[in-house]
């Protein structure tokens, strides 16, 4: 099958505008690989100092400088659900990699929160700044310079795509990233919604939420629902980053097990003493990336990623913005419904056919890029398979020819939407980004009067005093990343969803973010510039008039230009956002920040390198992207 033209098209695009940052990226990378071990750099005393605790026989293996050295980097801790099984792995790991002929080494732990825990608290707004704090752990642990190639544990919000940030900055070394596994299914996604709605209500008390919760979040794994999560680990497997189909494999068993063993013994195999030298830096490339946005569009994965997959392609010296995902989320087709976008969770979705169903669905309709590298060599072709045991070792066998519940999972060609569901919008207010593939049609234009807030705590006293029991904008401001760190809104979900569903008109329009577990309210998010950075949220007052479609890709204040443009932005008091919880240390973090659109991050791209002068400037890309016939997005409609 030919490549879709606006894969085709959207991709040259992304790799002539990355040319001078992407060549000034591979260039270092080649230029910090050695002809041998990489401890071999080290002298006497920084090498018996790398391997003082280590028994005699790994020892041994590691004074030869032949053995590969494999670096464990994990985010475990025995909080978070999805993170308390990696306990266990690094002694399996060891032992895989000691038996492969290597040696493994705990390189270093990188910190992990749960957003499902912060959520609507303070600390939510560390959050997005703990994703760059664990690239930096990451770069931390790798800094010894031991190691010939690394595996990473993590699964969850900021921590896949921090790990993975801080594992392209040392892009010479192969990567292989194990995940843990989603939890075993609770209670019904849409039970647990119910009761979420009724106690916003008022009409059930904490004893029966927090009862329905405990059912729904009950043990180890990562929560089940298609929140940034597990977005993150349909992502790893369509850049080719894990062992074939592992994402949904539940932890603490065998299978799980087994998977682990094999990807430490992969992680030797295409380190530089293996059999193929795969680094994580040829493996994540423009076109690995735009199937990752594929994948993530077709899957209705979390809108987060229109700010991490941003953060993750610029570690590579590979700029995207959101053209990108609006060019191809008009020609992407929505294969999966896996709650909030549908009723089913991860452990259905898997069952059902899973992440090499998905991937083979979209490579015969040309939609993802086969030629590219993955952790099991050339070609994308190889993770359309599922694993399964053969006594005690791991064979991956063709996945699903059919989808085993049309309900979850379909074809290609039978898709649940010919779009992808995630929207650029534009205009007077900024730009923004919308998701609504759990939005149903007659909610996708809201037109409605505004209603002005300064923090999420506004709006619920609000909401609580019965005054928001109408038609309505709410216009959430000052939570962008220079603001308070940009946290997520998501708790404000509950309260929204009701006063739709009891016949109101309401959406949202913040410089904020809004949860992976977006759900049925149309929210435009990520608004940019942020009101902190002059945005123009902050010239919105009450009972302006907002248009909010996401049809037509608008987002407008309906208020004339000359009224418009006389009006200054209205300031806030932000002092209560800048200390306690920790957050006056990461201080630098709020002054350094970039704008979403540029992924929220606090790191910079690798300095270009000079292009010969009659070569057309790369980055001299219209800010409102023209697009041709083949790309128009007339096309959704």
């Known amino acids: 099958m030919s490549l879709h033209p606006v894969l085709a098209s959207t991709t040259g695009r992304i790799v002539k505008r990355s040319l001078p940052y992407r060549s000034a990226y591979l260039a270092r990378l080649d230029a910090a690989r050695l002809k041998g071990v990489q401890r071999g750099a080290l002298a006497c005393t920084n090498l018996a100092h790398g391997f003082a605790a280590f028994p005699a026989n790994d020892k041994l293996r590691l004074k030869e400088q032949k053995a590969p050295s494999v670096a464990i980097v994990s985010a475990y801790n025995d909080m978070l659900s999805a993170h308390q099984p990696l306990e266990r792995f690094p002694h399996i790991i060891k032992e895989a990699v000691r038996a492969a002929g290597g040696v493994a080494q705990f390189a270093g732990g990188v910190p992990a929160m749960c957003d499902g825990v912060t959520q609507g608290q303070p600390g ?36 896949v795509p921090g790990l993975l940030i801080g594992a392209l900055h040392f892009g010479h070394l192969p990567a292989v990233f194990l995940p843990a596994g989603p939890m075993t299914t609770g209670i019904s996604n849409s039970e647990k919604a119910k009761v979420r709605q009724l106690y916003a209500q008022g009409k059930v008390g904490r004893e029966a939420l927090l009862e329905s919760e405990s059912q729904s979040y009950h043990g180890a794994g990562t929560c089940t629902f298609y929140g940034t999560a597990n977005s993150n680990q349909m992502l790893m497997e369509v850049m080719g980053l894990h062992m074939p189909a592992t ?15 094999a990807g430490a013994r992969r992680a030797v195999e295409i ?37 991490h997959l941003v953060a993750m392609a610029r570690a590579a010296g590979i700029v995207i913005d959101w053209n ?7 020609v992407v087709p929505l294969l999966a419904r896996i709650y909030p976008n549908g009723e089913a969770d991860v452990n259905h979705f898997h069952a059902a056919g899973g992440t090499g169903f998905v991937i083979r669905e979209l490579l015969d309709a040309g939609l993802l890029h086969e030629d590219v590298t993955t952790v099991m060599g050339k070609g994308l072709r190889t993770h359309c398979a599922e694993p399964f045991l ?67 705590e506004d709006f619920m006293h609000a909401y609580k005093a019965g005054k928001l029991d109408c038609d309505f904008v709410a216009v959430v401001r000052y939570q962008g990343p220079r603001a308070n760190g940009m946290p997520e809104l998501h708790a404000l979900t509950p309260a929204l969803a009701s006063l739709q569903d009891a016949g109101r008109r ?25 009101v902190l950075a002059g945005g123009p949220l902050g010239r919105v007052r009450d009972g302006d008039l907002i248009r909010l479609d996401a049809n037509s890709g608008e987002l407008k204040a309906l208020v004339a230009d000359a009224e ?28 350094t920040v970039s704008a979403a659109e540029e992924g929220g991050a606090t790191f910079e791209l690798p300095p270009p390198l000079h292009l010969p002068e009659e070569q057309d400037n790369p ?4 800010e409102e992207q023209s697009f041709s016939d083949e790309d128009s997005l007339v096309t959704r409609r």
């Open 564 to 591: 418009w443009n006389a009006r200054g932005i209205e300031a806030a008091d932000l002092s209560a956002s800048h200390v306690g919880m920790g957050r006056e240390l990461f201080a630098v973090f709020r002054k």
């Open 506 to 530: 309401v959406a949202l329009v913040t410089d904020g973010r809004m949860s992976g577990a977006s759900g049925k309210v149309p929210a435009a998010i990520h608004v940019s510039p942020e």
């Open 390 to 456: 053969q006594g005690e070792e791991v064979v991956w066998r063709e996945a699903a020819l059919a989808s085993g519940d049309l309900d979850v999972l379909r074809p290609a060609s039978e898709p649940f939407s010919r779009d992808g569901g995630l929207r650029l919008l534009t205009g007077n207010l900024g730009r923004a980004v919308v998701k609504v593939s759990a939005v149903k049609p007659q909610h996708r234009v809201v037109e409605a009067p505004a209603i002005v807030f300064n923090s999420q």
């Open 619 to 622: 980055l001299a890309v219209p």
């Open 124 to 159: 939510m707004e560390l959050s997005l700044f703990s994703r760059d704090t664990i690239a930096m752990a990451t770069a931390v642990a790798l800094s010894h310079n031991m190691f010939d190639a690394a595996v990473y544990l993590g699964v969850c919000d900021k921590i």
């Open 247 to 261: 994402a949904f494999v539940t932890p603490n068993t065998p299978l799980r097990d087994a998977l682990t063993a």
């Open 271 to 307: 380190s530089a003493q293996g059999k193929e030298y795969i680094p994580v830096g040829h493996v994540v490339d423009e076109k690995s990336i735009v199937n990752a946005i594929v994948a993530l569009l077709a899957t209705g994965g979390s809108t987060n990623h229109t700010l």
């Open 324 to 330: 990108d995902f609006d060019a191809l989320s008009a």
